[in-house]
């Protein structure tokens, strides 16, 4: 596997400014960049005049990661050449009343389960699939659902759901070589020689009581105890209650469906004051338990070591290309020490990785080896790759 990376920021343009050894042979470009510097239709350009052959995947972000360093405003382009690894892309776009789950089903549809290998006739399998959602108008919960219900069962997904700073307004994922509005995109990689690692861990402390969802319909809330969710919520925030829905990044919910099950934490993309409901990225399921959480920066620089650590398979190679999504609610909490989570995972992950990744409105990933992904919120999500 070979990489190479650039970023534009306004104040330098493109550096390198122009393509490197990767130029004609890269076969995929991951993209990660602001709302705004993605709606200019000369940069995407660029990107397709520098990797003509490349499939791009990528979307809009509440900051951007390139190796130990945390942008915003910027675009971040890595290229990566498998020596042994296939890819195919697929691409859905969400109607006004999509449904997440079909959605997925779409997608994983179309992604064939194997393809062949170039001058040998033999088959090579799926091994894994990296989406990227829409962030604003899918329930996340139910897209992942869709997609695992079609892909075989032996087939990790990772993944994330764009985002747009802490202003909640509109996310762009790239559908061919544009970024649009509505999408969901996913690449299909494909090889018995590729290495998969994953963690995904958050280091939320929840706080008060814990209460029974007593009405939800999906990913929106409407009552807790059979109280007004948002009037509840709003009790604990405080002063905090006039910035929401952007405030309640600091405040998830953790949500337990059952006893003894691993909870899962829940953030908010939108407040209905009529209603006095709120939108999750993900389900919030009647009859589970939620309480709300806090963190400190402490907590969520272990926790994101914790993801590194269990990224890198026990006796496995030594990852040689890193794609961290973490949370835009980790980003407020973390503030000016923003570097210091990414920093802890390079140090994990070794200086041979090559590091990308975005802030996002949500992660997909399982919670452990083994088992089925899910859509997580507030978490550090590291998904390593090694061909061998």
């Known amino acids: 596997m070979k990489t190479e990376q650039r970023t534009w920021t306004q104040a330098h343009g493109w550096v390198p400014s122009s393509p490197g050894p990767l130029a004609q042979s890269a076969q995929l470009v991951l993209v990660f960049g602001a709302t705004a510097v993605l709606k200019d239709p000369r940069l995407s350009e660029s990107i397709r005049a520098f990797y003509p052959a490349a499939h791009i995947l990528g979307c809009s972000t509440a900051g951007e990661i390139c190796g130990a360093q945390v942008f915003d405003d910027s675009l971040v382009a890595t290229a990566i050449h498998f020596e042994h690894t296939y890819v195919r892309a697929a691409q859905v776009s969400l109607d006004a009343d999509s449904d997440g789950q079909r959605a997925g089903e779409l997608l994983a549809q179309a992604l064939p389960h194997s393809v062949g290998a170039e001058g040998t006739g033999a088959e090579e399998k799926l091994t894994h699939v990296l989406v990227l959602s829409d962030g604003l108008s899918i329930n996340g919960s139910e897209l992942v659902r869709g997609l695992m ?3 075989p069962e032996d087939v990790t997904l990772t993944g994330g759901l764009a985002g747009d700073g802490a202003r909640f307004g509109e996310t762009l994922v790239f559908k061919g070589d544009v970024p649009e509005r509505g999408v969901v995109a996913a690449v299909g990689l494909y090889g018995s020689r590729l290495q998969v690692g994953f963690g995904s861990l958050g280091g939320w ?4 009581p814990e209460r029974l969802v007593t009405r939800s319909k999906g990913n929106v809330l409407f009552e807790l105890d059979t109280r007004p969710a948002l009037g509840l919520y709003k009790q604990y925030l405080g002063e905090h209650a006039d910035g929401l829905p952007a405030t309640g990044l600091l405040f998830p919910l953790s949500v337990r469906v ?29 009859g589970a338990y939620a309480r709300l959480t806090k963190a400190s920066v402490d907590r969520l620089v272990d926790g994101a070591i914790g993801a590194a650590r269990a990224s890198r398979p026990e006796g496995g190679l030594a990852p040689e290309l890193a794609i961290l999504i973490s949370c835009v609610g980790r980003k407020l909490v973390l503030k000016q020490r923003i570097e210091e989570e990414v920093e802890g995972v390079r140090e994990i992950l070794g200086a041979q990785a090559t590091i990308t990744g975005f802030y996002s409105y949500g992660e997909i990933a399982p919670f452990l080896l083994g088992e089925r992904s899910e859509l997580h919120n507030q978490t550090m999500t590291v998904t390593t790759f090694a061909e061998h």
């Open 149 to 151: 219900k079609i892909l």
């Open 205 to 208: 402390d929840p706080f008060g």
């Open 258 to 286: 059952k006893p003894g099950a691993i909870p899962v934490v829940r953030t908010i993309l939108a407040v209905d004051e009529k209603q006095q409901s709120m939108t999750f990225a993900g389900d919030v399921t009647e």
